[in-house]
């Protein structure tokens, strides 16, 4: 009986900490509800990127090219909404272009024996160069390219504030992989692919076409938060529109010890001290009193934080980031 009694103690300290902290946020002038909004939109780009790489991880293939999928999949989920003229278009747009990424970054992996660390760097590098060209050779300015509203992601209106069904898909898609990994074959495979892949081998079980599913998978959630960042949640795409948040999305990775629905929780963290930041950043009366570079590192400092604490605390995937070579 101490344990329901335990659990019962910390969810009424949790409910008395969070009433205690809307209320401090009311007498700062920032609204709960809007702050919730905007810890939501920041958080889905997070969740979609960190649950794929979890999924990717746990086959054993890393990829910490996501800053540059996250990019790359902004500017062509934006070119496919205004080609078909729907936002929805440009999110599977995204999708197919984070997947073909993930894809050859797998390929890469699986089939060239590459490093991984320095196939995903090298994304990374050249999505910084690649972005800016697409922006003029798509719309021929540089730097920064606004579309029709009516192309944004239609948001859900409810008692509770406005909320993007990209969002409550994250959730569930969280969920989902969580149930694939413990709960299916599929899930048990992918899991000792990344544990002994020569066990897995040995019995019938295609290594590599695992490895690049679970690649192309996570190329392709991380390609919808791409696309989300303009189509989403900001209204345009600027070259450096994902400021960091794929290194971020890996630090999710990191602190869930590669479990989706920990990566959910973490992502909602940072997103939260994101909207934090973008709130007390435009409120009156609090902008004035709180330094402006002060409130945008905070995201930074607390993705630094927390893999300072629980970095070497995880267990990872025996063969994470080795290719499998058969013998």
């Known amino acids: 009986m101490r344990v329901p009694g335990r659990r019962a103690l910390g969810y009424l300290l949790a409910g008395l900490a969070l009433a205690g902290f809307s209320y401090a946020l009311e007498r700062f002038g920032l609204q709960p509800i809007s702050l919730l909004e905007a810890g939501l939109l920041a958080m889905t780009p997070l969740a979609l990127a960190a649950v794929g790489e979890c999924l990717n991880e746990k ?3 890393v990829n910490i090219g996501l800053e540059g999928i996250l990019l790359i999949t902004a500017v062509t989920g934006v070119w496919f909404a205004e080609l078909f003229g729907n936002g929805t278009m440009g999110l599977i747009g995204g999708a197919l272009t984070g997947a073909l990424i993930g894809f050859a970054l797998g390929a890469i992996s699986v089939y060239g024996k590459a490093d991984q660390i320095i196939a995903g760097m090298g994304l990374n590098i050249f999505a910084l160069g690649f972005v800016p060209f697409l922006l ?3 719309w021929a300015f540089p730097g920064i390219h606004l579309f029709p509203s009516e192309l944004m992601v ?3 209106i409810t008692p509770w504030g406005q ?3 990209v969002t ?3 959730i ?3 969920v989902l992989a969580h149930l694939l990994l413990h709960h299916t074959v599929l899930g048990f495979r992918i899991k000792a692919v990344g544990e002994k892949p020569e066990a897995v081998d040995v019995a019938g079980v295609r290594v590599d076409w695992l490895r690049l599913f679970t690649s192309t998978l996570g190329g392709a959630l991380c390609g919808v938060g791409g696309a989300f960042l303009p189509l989403g949640w900001f209204g345009g795409v600027v070259k ?3 400021a960091g948040r794929g290194f971020i999305a890996l ?3 990191v602190f869930a010890g590669l479990e989706p629905l920990l990566a959910l929780a973490a992502a909602f963290l940072f997103g939260f001290v994101d909207g934090l930041a973008s709130a007390v950043a435009v409120t009156p009366g609090v902008k004035e009193r709180i330094p402006f570079y002060f409130v945008s590192m905070l995201p930074y400092a607390t993705t630094l934080v927390v893999v300072a604490l629980v970095i070497g605390r995880r267990r990872f995937p025996r063969t994470v980031g080795r290719p499998y070579v058969r013998e």
């Open 136 to 138: 003029v050779s798509l």
């Open 154 to 156: 239609p948001r859900l």
């Open 168 to 170: 409550i898909a994250a």
């Open 59 to 61: 086959a054993g293939v």
């Open 251 to 253: 630090a999710c990775v």
């Open 172 to 174: 569930l898609i969280a």
């Open 163 to 165: 909320f993007s069904p």
């Open 240 to 242: 450096e529109i994902s």
